[in-house]
């Protein structure tokens, strides 16, 4: 009788006007479950075995924590964990930096800003592959643009290996990673200027503040939530950076420019070792929720001092 009554009331719920939002995102719930959660899960539970993809049977040899074991000695892990954290910190500053200093130049013109706002978008259209490919032959060391021109202003008289020597490759990475990302942030920012209300600026230049004591005071506190909020999107998608490094250098030389998504692409598809690569997938995800929480923290106490302010 009470699984009777229990079916009875989901019917009656069933039937109600007030099922119908369920029952029409039930639909997408499902394809989410199962395009997302499923792999995930299966992702999750494959770091815990042997699992190599040239025997399948390894999928149910569970190992408990022995890859994570193994992560914990393995030097080329942490090589690739360190110059990932280099590489996110460097390429998150630089594109906070020229992205802040373009949308000022931006906010300044008063004629045909539209057009530079959909100027400054191009970048970010593009595909981090064919972004790749652009620089790779940019940087190449014998028919590049960047040696050409050196050349030709007279600067060098050797052709320059950027994608060869590992400090020189690791910078033409970050270069074409800031190339195609500073728009990110110009944009959002460029959002925040323009809803930066004109009164407090007004009073700031009537007391007799400067240019630069008006930006320090007002201008750069208010659009601090906006910087947090660029930098936590972009850390996540830096954190997961592969299809540039791939193309422009793939690793090399010596797995010097190797960062976490490449080693993972390298030892699950190339070495068979899922279970590992898994792990290491784990590890980063760890490292993308560390860069969230700390650029959250910050956006809650900009916000906190904005509230306060006003």
Not at 84 to 113: D, R, S, Y
Not at 145 to 154: I, M, Q, R, S
Not at 244 to 249: E, S, W
Request: with cysteine; net charge positive.
């Amino acid at each position: 009788m009470p699984h009777d009554k229990g079916r009875n009331r989901i019917g009656a719920f069933m039937r109600s006007p007030a099922a119908t939002p369920y029952l029409l995102l039930l639909p997408a719930a499902l394809v989410i479950l199962s395009v997302v959660l499923l792999p995930l899960l299966v992702s999750f539970w494959t770091s815990f075995t042997s699992y190599n993809l040239t025997r399948p049977a390894t999928l149910f040899n569970f190992i408990g924590l022995r890859n994570y074991q193994r992560l914990m000695g393995n030097t080329d892990f942490w090589w690739a964990f360190g110059r990932t954290i280099i590489f996110i910190t460097i390429a998150l500053n630089l594109e906070m930096l020229l992205g802040l200093g373009l949308a000022l130049l931006v906010n300044k013109i008063t004629w045909g800003q539209r057009t530079l706002r959909t100027i400054m978008m191009f970048p970010m259209m593009f595909s981090p592959i064919l972004v790749g490919f652009q620089f790779k032959y940019v940087f190449n060391d014998s028919i590049g643009l960047v040696n050409n021109a050196l050349f030709d202003l007279g600067l060098i008289k050797q052709p320059i290996a950027w994608l060869v020597d590992g400090n020189l490759a690791n910078f033409s990475i970050i270069f074409a990673e800031i190339w195609m990302s500073t728009s990110i942030f110009a944009i959002l920012l460029l959002a925040g200027l323009m809803a930066l209300p004109k009164e407090p600026i007004e009073a700031a230049r009537v007391d007799g503040c400067n240019p630069l004591q008006v930006f320090r005071h007002i201008t750069l506190p208010f659009l601090m939530p906006f910087v947090y909020i660029a930098m936590t999107i972009r850390s996540l998608d830096v954190a997961r950076a592969y299809d540039m490094v791939r193309i422009m250098t793939n690793g090399g030389p010596a797995g010097r420019t190797e960062l976490i998504w490449t080693l993972m692409t390298r030892t699950g598809y190339q070495n068979s070792q899922m279970g590992m690569a898994n792990a290491m997938g784990y590890v980063s995800i760890i490292l993308s929720i560390v860069f969230t929480f700390y650029f959250y923290k910050k956006l809650v106490s900009a916000r906190t001092f904005m509230g306060g302010a006003q």
